[in-house]
Structure formats: C-alpha cells, structure tokens
C-alpha cells in the first residue's frame, strides 16, 4: 500500500510560501458610505437639473436691472418715444407691483400643476413680456407707452413665480448635506440675470428695443430647458403617481430611471417621504387656511415675511433698480454703467460660495454679520456727504455702495428665498412660499416707487440712514426669532417647528460665532 505520511508533499497541493503574510493596517476601520443621494452620479443629476430650471429665472433678474439701463434713453426728451419723471418711476416699480400676483399664482398652481409645468407657464410669460417691449417701438407713442407698462407688469408676473419653483424643486430632490448649494441656485440666477441685463446696458447704450429682443431670443431658449427636467417625487407621491414619483426617485439617486425600486436604502427614503405625506393612509389634504392654525406653518410663514420685509425696507432692490443713479448721486466718479457692472458682478462672485457660507457659518450668523455690515455700509455712505474729510477719500462712495451689494448678498438678500424652501412642511410649501414672495414684492414696489420721492423730500443721504437703520433693525430680529437649520432635514425642520422653536439657536450660533471671530 502507497501510503503517505501528513509531512510529505502531495503533487495536488499548492506549494507552501515561506514568506510570512503581511497585515495591512486600516482595514478593520470602519468605513463609512456616502448615501446614494450625495453620491458624484446623484450629485451631478440633481445640479444639472436645477441648472437647468435656473436658465428660465434669470429673466426674474434682467427685469429688476432693467430700468437701470433704460431709463436714461426712456426719459430723453429728444428720443421718439419717452417717459416723465412720474411715468418713468412706474416704468421702474410696476413689475414690483405685479410680483404679488406672480406669487399668489404661483401659490396657486405649484402644488396643482406640479414644479414642472409651473416653470412652463413662467417662461411664457417671460416671452410675452420682453416681445411686447421689443415691439412696442412700431406703434404710436400711446400705444407704445401702454405696451411698456404691460410689459413690465407681465414680466412683474414672472419675477414673482420665479422666487419658489427652483427652490422648492432643489429642496425636495436633494440631501440635506447638498440642499443648500442646490437651493442657492435660484439666488445665482437672479444676480447673473441682473449682471446680463447690467453688461447689456453697457455695450448697448441707445437701444433698449434691442435689448429687449436679445432676452426674448434668450427666454425661448430657456423654456426648451425645462422640457428634460423630471418631476419631483413628493409631488407625484402627493397626487398618487407612485410609479412616477418611484421613477424619480430612482433617478435623482443615480439609479436606472425605472418603476421598480430594487435598492433597500432608495426604498427606505421613498417609504419615510411617501409616510410624511400621508398618501399611503389616505389622509385627505387640509385646506391652506386651515392649516395656518399649525405651528408649523405659521411660524415660518411670520418669520419669513418679516424677513422679507427687512430685506426690501434696507434698500437692497433699491440699488439694484436704481444702481446708475444712486451712483451718480452719491459721487462716484467712475463711469455709472461701470459701476453697475461693478455691483453685479460683485453680487454674483459672493452669491456663488454662499452655498459654503450657509453650510460653514449657518443660516443666522450668516444674516446677523450681514446685517450690521450693511448697516456700515449705509451710515458711511451718508457720512461721506456730510464729512469734508471722508468726501476726499478717494473712491469710498463706489467701495461703500459695492461694499452694501457685497454684505447684503452675504445673508439678507439671499437668506429669504434661501429658507423659503426649508421652512415651510411639504403639505402648504406651494402656497404659503407663494404668499410671503408677494408680500415680499409687494413691499419692495412700495419701497421702490417712492423711492424718488423720498429721496426729494428728505436727501440721499438721509435715505441712507433709513436704510442702515433698518438693517440694524433686521440684525436684531435675526439674533431673536431666525432659527438655524443647517444641517437637518425637511422632516425635521417641520417637527421642531411642529413641537418648539428649534431649539438652542440662539446660544449655539453665539457660541459658532465666537468661536470664527476668535480664529
């Protein structure tokens, strides 16, 4: 019998390595895994799609930057048709006018109609608007004059649809971790809207119809824009398309657009979403009055508007409509068409990190720093025309009025339509962002009408120290009632509105606070 000892090497076996195996350290770590929806193929879905739904709102911008450019040709007196001082203050406020009704139709049909459909009704208006401008030139002076106001009140229409669509669409197909940036997108829009309309101004001095036609070609482009943007699935949850909202979800989780959810973590996030909105136990919705007896809704509704308020009270869009003016009036030396183009420019370059800011600092300390700069910003301005020794430093109204933009961009101005998105509970976040944007637009026509007025009856630079007032004012109420939301999600947002004001914002953001002064 041909036995072997256990020793001996057998033909069939591997051979034996004398070398001694080596452990790699680090692998019995703990490894954390992005979720799906912060994931490069996610991100990257999301960002184009907002993106994409941004094209149309930049028109939101041109509009508001528009009489900047136009109303040295429009009130000439040498030119065919021209406007009176009272017309051409109309010419500069009526869209403001208008924008409450853009807000309330938007708080009517972005929740009927859904994200999508209302960002096609957005970019029609848009259209009809800068056409009717465009061509008003072929008319007679009347008819012309009249086409205008239409014009601006139909494209007032649009700027206030254009404050919560995005927004709202950004906040419900991303994560908490990149909702901010993707929110800050319309913010982005708008003051690359108002920088467009600024440059245009610039290189086309004398022909405002031309201008006009140039935004009517852009805003067809940005309707086709809309048309590869998926609906959201909260909306399609809301009125019982699972199977769409399904494929959404999968979608802007970089998964394969289908019906059937086969990833355990995707279909964890879809049950808790489609859970939050009541669907599955068949809860009928209640009505948007009604629902204001919620602390959840009115909180953030009381919050918002009031801030709203103290951003058009501070004189933010008064500057961007009147930016060639107030220039001219406060001494700058430069070129006023430059220094617009200074003022947009600026507003952009700081609206693009705000998404960075917003996470790093917060919400609130963001507003309060804000705030108080703008405040600086107003007092200097006024000093300088009271002070013989601050009227000869060089340049200070330009650095002052480039100054405010930059600061305001920082937390006031981009801080409401910011936490419109965030605040408000997914059941009334049509609605009630629909209500606090016309609100908050009815309020900045008011504050831009009288505006000239204003400035007759008590002096820019008294102007100035309303405005700065106001901004102190605004610090105030942020340190007291604006919360912090950094950080949590829409759920949660809503359940600490639900139970409490959320809690220890104002000790943590006095201890962040501190912490970035001392570093």
């Known amino acids: 019998m041909n036995s072997r000892t256990n020793n001996e090497p057998n033909e069939f076996q591997p051979l034996r390595s004398n070398r001694q195996p080596q452990i790699v ?10 979720p799906l929806g912060e994931q490069n193929c996610a ?61 309330l139709l938007c708080a009517l049909i972005l929740d009927r109609l859904g994200r999508k459909r209302t960002l096609y009704l957005l970019n029609m208006f848009a259209i009809i608007a800068w056409l009717l401008m465009a061509l008003s030139t072929h008319f007679n002076t009347e008819t012309a004059y009249l086409m205008l106001m239409i014009s601006r009140l139909v494209i007032g229409i649009t700027n206030g649809m254009s404050g919560a669509p995005v927004g709202v669409y950004a906040a419900e197909i991303s994560m908490p971790k990149i909702r901010g940036r993707l929110i800050l997108g319309t913010s982005i829009a708008v003051a690359s809207g108002i920088t467009l309309i600024y440059l245009l101004g610039f290189f086309i001095r004398d022909d405002w119809q031309l201008i006009a036609l140039i935004c009517s070609g852009y805003q067809i482009i940005s309707l086709l824009c809309v048309i590869p943007m998926p609906e959201t699935p909260s909306w399609l949850i809301s009125k019982g398309r699972i199977a769409e909202a399904k494929a959404s979800m999968n979608y802007f989780r970089g998964l394969e657009k289908s019906a059937l959810i086969t990833n355990t973590e995707v279909e964890a996030e879809f ?12 809860e009928k919705k209640p009505s948007f009055f009604r629902s204001l007896k919620l602390p959840e809704v009115y909180k953030p509704l009381l919050i918002l508007i009031t801030l709203f308020a103290f951003q058009q009270t501070t004189g933010i869009f008064v500057v961007i409509v009147y930016a060639v003016q107030i220039s001219t009036e406060a001494g700058v030396t430069i070129d006023p068409f430059l220094c617009a183009v200074l003022i947009g420019i600026t507003r952009v370059l700081t609206t693009c990190p705000m998404g960075i800011i917003l996470e790093k600092w917060g919400r609130r300390r963001s507003g309060i720093i804000s705030a108080l700069g703008m405040c600086y910003c107003m007092f200097l301005l006024a000093a300088q025309s009271w002070s013989e020794w601050l009227s000869k430093v060089p340049f200070l109204p330009v650095i002052a009025i480039v100054g405010f933009i930059l600061l305001s961009t920082l937390g006031l101005y981009t801080l409401p339509f910011f936490m419109i998105s965030e605040l408000f509970p997914q059941k009334v976040r049509g609605p009630a962002s629909g209500i606090t944007v016309a609100v908050g637009m009815f309020l900045a026509f008011l504050c831009i009408k009288i505006y000239p007025s204003m400035k007759d009856v008590i002096g820019n630079e008294y ?39 959320l809690r220890n914002s104002r000790s943590s953001a006095l201890v962040e606070m501190r912490e970035v002064f001392i570093k």
């Open 25 to 34: 350290s680090g692998l019995n770590g703990s490894f954390d895994r992005k």
């Open 43 to 103: 991100v990257r879905r999301q960002e184009i799609m907002v993106i994409l739904g941004n094209v149309g709102i930049l028109s939101g911008g041109m509009a508001l930057g528009l009489p900047t450019v136009t109303l040295r040709q429009l009130t000439d007196p040498n030119e065919s048709i021209h406007l009176t001082l009272s017309q051409s203050s109309w010419f500069a406020s009526l869209n403001m006018l208008s924008c409450p009704i853009g807000g």
């Open 271 to 282: 049950n808790i979403l489609q859970n939050s909105i009541q669907l599955g136990v068949g």
């Open 463 to 501: 102007c100035f120290v309303v405005y700065g007032v106001m901004a102190f004012l605004a610090t105030i109420f942020i340190y007291l009632f604006l919360p912090e939301t950094r950080g949590r999600t829409l759920l949660q947002i809503e359940d600490e509105f639900r139970h409490r004001l």
